[in-house]
């Protein structure tokens, strides 16, 4: 059974930074790119970044709204992904999805999310 | 990047009708790598349709996905009241992927 568990999230105050984490169990994690979706509430999906895997050089991408800000990271010898998220802002408030992204499939599996509250 | 916008913004329908979403892209999805995504409240989204018309596994038959190079739609053929949920579509032919806002399936 495919399981991804997300976990780190919690209140924040803007400035500050948190890091997210994502257990993969059920599927060869070091073969798959895993991305990160977030929805703020009430509101609808917004992609955030993926990370390729190691065989096609772990190329990372972002979305404009947290490139330079967010970083996508993988450990394969423990099939966690991770997003470090640096100089958070208000608007950074959401559930964080992980996903194992498929270049054919699409996004195919995600984790149940994690919510992240950027306030003062 | 590649704007998806999805109409209309709320469907209401009543079981047993026919619904039918539509997705259109700024810009041409790359060899229609375009899906489609169910989620339902309190709930993560889930996978129905990848590559614009093929069915993820799991998905019922009454779901349908159609199209090409700018324009996309998702065809339910027969609402059941487990079918009333948001419907998002989502390009990845483009490195940056991007969602439409959403539409919501409301009971009549």
């Known amino acids: 059974e495919v399981r991804l568990v997300e976990s780190g999230g919690g209140l924040v105050q803007p400035g500050r930074s948190l890091r997210l984490s994502c257990k993969v169990t059920?599927?060869?994690?070091?073969?798959?790119?895993m991305s990160w979706v977030r929805q703020a509430p009430g509101k609808g999906l917004e992609w955030v970044g993926f990370?390729?895997?190691?065989?096609?050089?772990?190329?990372?991408e972002y979305a404009a709204s947290v490139k330079g800000r967010f970083t996508v990271s993988r450990d394969d010898s423990k099939s966690v992904a991770y997003l470090q998220m640096n100089s958070l802002k208000t608007e950074d408030t959401a559930v964080y999805y992980c996903?194992?992204?498929?270049?054919?499939?699409?996004?195919?599996?995600w984790g149940l999310g994690t919510l992240v509250t950027v306030s003062s | 990047e590649i704007v998806l916008t999805q109409s209309p913004g709320t469907l209401s329908l009543s079981p047993g009708e026919r619904g039918t979403v539509s997705c259109r892209a700024s810009?041409?999805?790359?060899?229609?790598?375009l899906a489609w995504y169910q989620q339902k409240p309190g709930q993560a989204p889930r996978l129905l349709i990848y590559?614009?018309?093929n069915r993820a596994a799991g998905t019922p038959d009454r779901f349908s996905g159609s199209g090409s190079g700018t324009d996309f739609t998702l065809t339910i053929s027969r609402l059941e009241p487990e079918d009333f949920a948001v419907y998002y579509c989502?390009?990845?032919?483009?490195?940056?992927?991007?969602f439409g806002q959403g539409t919501k399936l409301e009971i009549k």
């Open positions: 996903t194992r992204l498929d270049g054919y499939l699409g996004l195919d599996y």
């Open positions: 989502q390009q990845y032919g483009d490195s940056r992927y991007t």
């Open positions: 810009q041409s999805v790359t060899s229609s790598l």
């Open positions: 590559a614009a018309s």
């Open positions: 059920g599927f060869i994690f070091e073969n798959n790119a």
């Open positions: 990370i390729g895997s190691k065989a096609y050089g772990g190329t990372t």
